[in-house]
T-cell receptor, first 116, second 111 residues
Framework: DAGVIQSPRHEVTEMGQEVTLRCKPI?????LFWYRQTMMRGLELLIY????????DSGMPEDRFSAKMPNASFSTLKIQPSEPRDSAVYFC??????????????FGPGTRLTVL | TQLLEQSPQFLSIQEGENLTVYCNSS?????LQWYRQEPGEGPVLLVT?????EVKKLKRLTFQFGDARKDSSLHITAAQPGDTGLYLC???????????FGKGTKLSVIP
């Protein structure tokens, strides 16, 4: 079975450019999560969706970040304009429900973003 | 914001040794999870503990949730090179589905 698929796996861009990260959740899962991992701050939840609807975006750092889920099999995280402090590994995870203690979250391999 | 402190930050041991890593908070967590993350991959769930004082065993790994639900430990017996990775604890408060992660303990088991 295919797990969570993320693309690209690596992205290097220059400050000010738009960056779009993509995620395909596990088929049938109803919840999708975007996380960011850095050495300084660890793994942080940015936003999560339930049935394609954004439920909690309180972790999105600022207006430069936006996320969409146009259908059950695809989500994007966009950064515009990008800044060097956005450099991190971005993970997408999916689950049957948004309760992490009822249903396991399955993480993708991540996208390593470097903003020069 | 609930914070989880993990210690030690780094641990390097020889194959066959035992080790314990810790996860502590000043806040009470309704439940707590442990994950292992290998380089270039996402975290993978190892265990969920929900009851204060609970102990769970997964082969050579023993997980304990503190009585006050503010701390947890992971003990590995006879560590193997395959145990190498970043061990993360994560919890959420009452009524919240949002996971708060610790920064992790990076374990290296030397053959």
């Amino acid at each position: 079975d295919a797990g969570v698929i993320q693309s690209p796996r690596h992205e290097v861009t220059e400050m000010g450019q738009e960056v779009t990260l993509r995620c395909k959740p596990i088929s049938g899962h109803n919840s999708l999560f975007w996380y960011r991992q850095t050495m300084m701050r660890g793994l942080e939840l940015l936003i999560y969706f339930n049935n394609n609807v954004p439920i909690d975006d309180s972790g999105m750092p600022e207006d430069r970040f936006s996320a969409k889920m146009p259908n059950a099999s695809f989500s994007t995280l966009k950064i515009q304009p990008s800044e060097p402090r956005d450099s991190a590994v971005y993970f997408c995870a999916s689950s049957w429900s948004s309760d992490p203690f009822a249903d396991e979250q399955f993480f993708g391999p991540g996208t390593r973003l470097t903003v020069l | 914001t609930q914070l989880l402190e993990q210690s030690p930050q780094f641990l390097s041991i020889q194959e066959g040794e035992n080790l314990t890593v810790y996860c502590n908070s000043s806040s009470v967590f309704s439940s707590l999870q442990w994950y292992r993350q290998e380089p270039g991959e996402g975290p993978v769930l190892l265990v969920t503990v929900v009851t204060g004082g609970e102990v769970k065993k997964l082969k050579r790994l023993t997980f304990q949730f503190g009585d006050a639900r503010k701390d947890s430990s992971l003990h590995i017996t006879a560590a193997q090179p395959g145990d190498t990775g970043l061990y993360l604890c994560a919890g959420s408060g009452a009524g919240s589905y949002q996971l708060t992660f610790g920064k992790g303990t990076k374990l290296s088991v030397i053959p």
